[in-house]
């Protein structure tokens, strides 16, 4: 007979190697939903420097974090962005692994211009996206979902959404979701 079986051997090195690569490459973002922090009942009014929402810290400009004002994409809360408003939360990420952004979008169709456009940035990337409130309401919103594909250069990134000053709209952000991408995909 003389052939040596290593299969269980190699499997469980693989297994393991892999295993030890996605439990390094998870991304852990924080309230991604924004349920979590300051009850802001219809809409409350959050300055930079703000920590009202968990996880979050609002950048640029003011922001409304929204209660009962619209309806959500998913649970109770929203963000608002007003012209040159944003919010911020900085992760843990693995150099060089490709991460994807998910998040769903619409805009306050109360406020002008009727297209909305969010920059979103990932570390030193980003891209702006839009969303056009033409025949919504604040009961119909028709939140759209969005994606962005980013490669992480750090081992913390900060995940950016802010409004352009540009082309002052409101559009609105909720469940966020940053997911790791195979680094072959």
């Known amino acids: 007979m003389g052939r040596s079986i290593r299969w269980p051997g190699a499997v469980l090195i693989s297994s393991v190697s892999f295993l030890l690569t996605v439990g ?8 991604g939903g924004f349920e ?24 640029g400009g003011n922001v409304s974090y929204v209660g009962g004002r619209w309806q959500h994409s998913q649970g109770v809360r929203s963000v608002g962005l007003p012209c040159g408003g944003g919010i911020s939360q900085t992760f843990e990420t693995e150099p060089h692994q ?3 952004v998910r998040f769903n979008m619409a805009g306050d169709p109360n406020t002008p211009p009727a ?3 969010v920059a979103v940035s990932f570390g030193d990337e980003s891209r702006v996206f839009t969303f056009d409130t033409t025949g919504h ?13 980013f490669v992480a250069t750090d081992e913390t990134t900060a995940l950016t959404f802010r409004s352009r000053t540009t082309e002052c709209s ?8 940053i ?7």
């Open 137 to 149: 309401s604040l009961r119909e919103m028709s939140w759209e979902a969005r994606s962005w594909i």
């Open 24 to 31: 390094l490459a998870q991304a852990v973002l924080v309230n």
């Open 115 to 117: 297209v909305k456009s």
């Open 179 to 185: 997911m790791t991408i195979e680094i072959g995909v």
């Open 98 to 100: 490709k991460y994807e």
């Open 36 to 59: 979590n922090g300051t009850d802001p009942g219809e809409a409350m009014v959050l300055p930079p420097g703000s920590t009202a929402i968990s996880g979050w810290t609002v950048v």
């Open 170 to 177: 409101t559009p609105a952000v909720d469940n966020v979701r």
